[in-house]
């Protein structure tokens, strides 16, 4: 596929610098491929990070109400454990902080790495993962449990938390809340192809769809003819619903991510049928956001999460923000 891009190599750099004139409130830090916000005002700071190629993640959601700063890797690729200390080194040990971290084994291995090097030296960080995918690896049936669109969600949550003064033990407490009411299913319509991959991540037909890819171009654990809107979000409404034991009416929170090529038109059309199909199994749907959250570069594609709702998560939701992917509208 077309690029537009002018070196593999250099495409995180020149993303970064193109970001920082398009958005002038946020800063780089130090020399760092990271950025934080430039109203910096809470109790605890929230850092997040990882691989590139998913913007608007994670750097969209660095702004007032969400994330502090976002430290950033190569393409698909986490930044390493001497990227996020030095990150960490130029915003300095005055306040807490707590990492934010999607469940893929390298970026928790890079961060908790960094965690407990930086602890050493008199740094109080928490460290929370989000672990929302429910798609199962066909080899061993088990849910994957990686990090994937939820994150949003969870950014969301817990930045408003700190705005309220939450204390970084509490924030991680709601993390775990958070994880176990959040759960998502992603289907690609097709493979992406990073910057520098010379063919697609896998091989997908025409017609296909794989259910339960992933956001490195992981292979899914079904691939089947695709047929219309309505029947592929039946199996992601009938697969998500039946994973919580959510009780009848339960409050829920439904978010529709496209995965980078999927169109508008398309992704408010399953949003539709969705909504529809939830409402149907019995819930209630009070909070609904639909847009190109989080991306696998160029993957055409969609997820969809679910999240339990208590009043007070409907209530974070709806404020607004500053980070310009989540939009206040």
Do not use: C
Request: proline fraction near 5%; aromatic fraction near 6%.
């Amino acid at each position: 596929m077309k690029k537009l891009i002018n070196a593999p190599e250099q495409v995180v750099e020149q993303m970064l610098a193109g970001l920082l004139l398009a958005h002038p409130t946020l800063h780089q830090i130090g020399r760092q491929l990271a950025i934080a916000n430039g109203n910096l005002k809470r109790k605890v700071w929230l850092v997040s990070g990882g691989g590139s190629g998913h913007e608007p993640l994670d750097v969209g959601y660095v702004g007032d109400g969400l994330l502090d700063a976002a430290i950033l890797g190569p393409v698909f690729t986490p930044p390493s454990v001497e990227s996020i200390v030095a990150t960490m080194k130029v915003l300095g040990p005055k306040r807490p902080y707590l990492f934010i971290v999607k469940n893929f084994a390298s970026d928790m291995r890079h961060f908790t790495l960094a965690r407990e090097q930086l602890v050493a030296e008199g740094y109080q960080i928490g460290l929370v993962s989000v672990a929302d995918d429910q798609s199962v690896d066909p080899d061993t049936l088990t849910a994957r449990h990686r990090g994937v669109a939820g994150t949003v969600l969870m950014i969301k949550l817990l930045g408003a938390a700190a705005d309220a003064g939450m204390a970084l033990a509490d924030l991680q407490t709601l993390a775990t809340e958070v994880n176990h009411q959040l759960v998502t299913l992603g289907v690609a319509l097709s493979s992406t192809e990073a910057p520098g991959q010379k063919k697609p991540a896998f091989d997908l037909g025409a017609a296909e769809i794989a259910y339960g890819i992933g956001i490195h171009g992981e292979p899914g654990y079904r691939s089947e003819p695709m047929v219309s809107s309505e029947l592929l979000a039946r199996e992601l409404v009938n697969k998500l619903t039946q994973i919580n034991d959510w009780p009848e009416k339960a409050p829920m929170a439904v978010m529709i991510n496209g995965l980078g090529g999927l169109p508008l038109m398309d992704q408010f059309v399953f949003t539709h049928d969705a909504v529809e199909l939830i409402r149907l199994h019995g819930f209630d749907v009070q909070f609904v956001k639909t847009g190109t959250l989080l991306t696998s570069y160029s993957m055409q594609g969609v997820s969809l999460t679910l999240l339990g709702l208590t009043e007070q998560w409907r209530h974070w939701l709806g404020k607004p923000v500053g980070g310009f992917a989540w939009g206040n509208g």
